[in-house]
Every structure is written in structure tokens, then in C-alpha cells.
């Protein structure tokens, strides 16, 4: 099956720097990647919707100066939080979309997730 | 915004036993929906779907009932095991099975499996 590799899993840093997380599709293309943000006990909740070659699409309320995101490669895509501050402190999701073209192609697969602490 | 809500925070039943998970949406333009189990500290995972022109979808243990007229969705999973617990996520789309990718999940559900 689809495999959605994120790394790192976990990831502490100081407010003020940046951070970037990576998702691959491991066995297959993904020329659509999304990522969510959640927070403890809560829902997830999408930032982004990254395409392969193209700028991502933002959500209403998401700062794309501060979440960058570059899908560069069809295998690729990297979120950096950017001069990153406490209230970043969450839990990062990505996950992918592959042409597959069978009935159930909409259903994403999931990466593992990245926990950001931020200092 | 529309969202999809779900009704209960938590739900805890007994080995064996059968569960219920219920989500009530509020898109009524939303024709295909998706249920996720996450287990603490991990990605979402995919349990079984539903279009909606269907009102049931049976998988391995799970049953999806969709009930369009109320905008409800609920999950079933039968004779419960202790790796059922977790928290389990409805989400909806539009845009068919080739369209739109954007999820709108619910609230989740804590599912607890008691010995």
C-alpha cells in the first residue's frame, strides 16, 4: 500500500529559529500533498494544499510567510516553520494523493506526523 | 464555516462489544466521506468510506451508515478489541471521487476498550 514518510518525528527547537519538516511518498507520486496542524485533543485542522511544481494554496488564516512550503519533486514535499515561536508548538501532518485512478484513489494516506516544541 | 462535528467526545465499551461512533455534517454539498482511526502520537489511518449515493458500506468489523436527510454519519465496529481504542475522525469532501482532496475532519471521538 501508499506509503507517507514524514521526518523528523519529533523536533525541539528555540523560538526564533526555523524548522523544516519532510514528507515522501515512498511508493508512489504524489502530485498532491496537504498539510494539517493539530493541536493536543483537538481536530485536524489543513494549513496548505502543496501541488508539485506549482505554489502551494494556503488556507484562510495560514501566514505563508511563516509556513513555507516547496514541493520541488513529485516524491516531496518540506514544510519550514520560519522563525518559529511557542504558540507553533504542534503537532504537523502531511499527507498525499497519487493518480492512481481506481475508486477510493481520493483517499490520502497519512504521515506519521512531527511534533514541534518550540522554546 | 461548515464543518463536521461529531456529537461525543468519548465512548468507552466493553471487549467484545459492539461500538458506535456518530458525526453529524453540515455540507450538505459534501458527496464523500471518510472515517480515520489515530492512535496516539500518529498519523490518521484510513478505515472505510462512503460515497453519497450510498447508505451503507461494510468493511472487515466496520460499518459506515450514511443517512444523507440528516446529515449523519456513524461508524460501527463490531465485537471491539483493545487495539480498537483510539481516537476516531470522520471527514468530508466534495468534488467526487477524482475531485477536490480537501478534508474537513470532525472533532474526533476517544474510543476506549475496558478488559
Avoid at chain 1, 519538516?21 to 498539510?35: G, V
Avoid at chain 1, 494544499?49 to 494556503?58: H, L, P
Avoid at chain 2, 466521506?33 to 489515530?38: D, S
Avoid at chain 2, 480498537?84 to 471521538?109: H, I, M, N, P, R
Wanted: hydrophobic share 35%; net charge positive; aromatic share 8%.
Amino acid at each position: 500500500g501508499a506509503v507517507v514518510s514524514q521526518h523528523p518525528s519529533r523536533v525541539i527547537c528555540k523560538s526564533g529559529t526555523s524548522v523544516k519538516i519532510e514528507c515522501r511518498s515512498l511508493d508512489f507520486q504524489a502530485t498532491t500533498m496537504f498539510w494539517y496542524r493539530q493541536f493536543p485533543k483537538q481536530s485536524l485542522m489543513l494549513m496548505a494544499t502543496s501541488n508539485e511544481g506549482s505554489k502551494a494554496t494556503y488556507e484562510q488564516g495560514v501566514e505563508k510567510d511563516k509556513f513555507l512550503i516547496n514541493h520541488a519533486s513529485l516524491t516531496l514535499s518540506t514544510l519550514t516553520v520560519t522563525s518559529a515561536h511557542p504558540e507553533d508548538s504542534s503537532f504537523y501532518i502531511c499527507s498525499a494523493r497519487g493518480d492512481r485512478g481506481w475508486w477510493g484513489a481520493n483517499v490520502l494516506t497519512f504521515g506519521a506526523g512531527s511534533r514541534l516544541t518550540v522554546l | 464555516g461548515e464543518s463536521v462535528g461529531l456529537h461525543l467526545p468519548t465512548l468507552s465499551v466493553q471487549e467484545g462489544d459492539n461500538s458506535i461512533i456518530n458525526c453529524a455534517y453540515s455540507n450538505s454539498a459534501s458527496d464523500y466521506f471518510i472515517w480515520y482511526k489515530q492512535e496516539s502520537g500518529k498519523g490518521p489511518q484510513f478505515i472505510i468510506d462512503i460515497r453519497s449515493n450510498m447508505d451503507k458500506r461494510q468493511g472487515q468489523r466496520v460499518t459506515v451508515l450514511l443517512n444523507k436527510t440528516v446529515k449523519h454519519l456513524s461508524l460501527q465496529i463490531a465485537a471491539t478489541q483493545p487495539g480498537d481504542s483510539a481516537v476516531y475522525f470522520c471527514a468530508e469532501t466534495k468534488g467526487g471521487v477524482q475531485g477536490a482532496q480537501k478534508l474537513v475532519f470532525g472533532q474526533g471521538t476517544r474510543l476506549t476498550i475496558n478488559p
